[in-house]
């Protein structure tokens, strides 16, 4: 299984490639096909960024979560006296 933060780095290069690609298409903005590509490729890579978002938050939580299970004393049942 991928760790989550591999997940997150992949989805991390996703925005970045989909900027870089957003960028490159820009230029060609009197094409009507360009600008169709355009856009789907500025909602593809707003869905990334809203994935990696999301799983950035994910990851905090559970963090979050198990440095408090972590920091929580053991029950320790009491001693049994001796009669």
Do not use: Y
């Amino acid at each position: 299984m991928t760790p989550l933060k591999d997940i997150h780095a992949l989805l991390d290069a996703a925005v970045r490639a989909g900027n870089a690609a957003s960028d490159a298409i820009a230029s060609h903005a009197a094409n009507p096909f360009a600008v169709m590509v355009l856009q789907r490729t500025r909602l593809a890579t707003s869905e990334h960024r809203k994935s990696r978002d999301d799983l950035k938050v994910a990851m905090i939580a559970l963090h979050k979560k198990n440095q408090s299970i972590a920091l929580k004393p053991v029950d320790i049942p009491p001693k049994k006296s001796k009669k």
